[in-house]
C-alpha cells in the first residue's frame, strides 16, 4: 500500500471510487460529475490543500482531502476533511492513516480546527472519526433529501493545534516545503 498526493492524472480513477457513492446517502451529490468538472475540483483543492491518494497494487483504492471550512478570512485557520474508499477496503485501518497524514500536514499549515460532516447513520464513518478523538457537536436535522428520505447530517470536530493570539496565516500546502510533506507521508507508511 502507497499513500501519496492525487495529481491530474489520477481524477479518472478517483471518480471511479466517488461514483460508488453517489446513489448513496453518503453524499449530497446526486449526479456524477463529468471528468473534466471532476479534475478541476482536484486541481483546485490540491493547490491550496493536501489531496491524498492512496494506492494497492498500482490501483487507487480510496482517496482523502481537506478543503476550507468556510469563506470567511476568519475561518483561514479550520478546514473540512472529506474520504472515500473503496467499498473492498473499508474498515483496514486505511481511513485511519489517510487522516492522520491530513492532519499533520494541515497543522504545518497553520490549521488549528478540522470538521467532518457524516450522514446519519453511517456506524463505519461515525466509529472512525470517534477513534481520531472527533467529537460530535452537533445536527443538522432533515438537512438534505436523497434516496427518498430526508437526513440528517453529524457534524464532528477536533482540535488539532493550539490555539493563540495573533496565529500566522494560513499557508497554502505549496508554501510547505517539500521534504517535510514527504516525511509525513513515509510516517505513516
Known sequence: MKIRFADSKDSKEILK????????TIT??????????????VEDISAQYPYL????????????????????????????LSIYLHENITSKGIGKRLYQILIEILKKQGVKTV????????????NLHKSLGFQCFGVYRNTGY?????????????NIDQYCQNPAPFEPIQKIPKQELLEILEKYC
Open 53 to 80: 491518494v492512496c494506492e494497492q497494487e498500482g490501483c487507487i483504492v480510496g482517496y482523502a482531502y481537506a478543503s476550507r471550512q468556510m469563506q470567511r478570512e476568519a475561518y483561514q485557520w479550520n478546514a473540512t
Open 146 to 158: 436523497k434516496c427518498n428520505r430526508w437526513l440528517d447530517v453529524a457534524w464532528f470536530e477536533k
Open 115 to 126: 470538521y467532518a460532516g457524516v450522514t446519519i447513520p453511517n456506524e463505519k464513518s461515525e
Open 28 to 41: 449530497f451529490e446526486c449526479r456524477l460529475p463529468t471528468a473534466e468538472d471532476f479534475s478541476k475540483r
Open 17 to 24: 471510487i466517488y461514483q460508488q457513492y453517489i446513489d448513496t
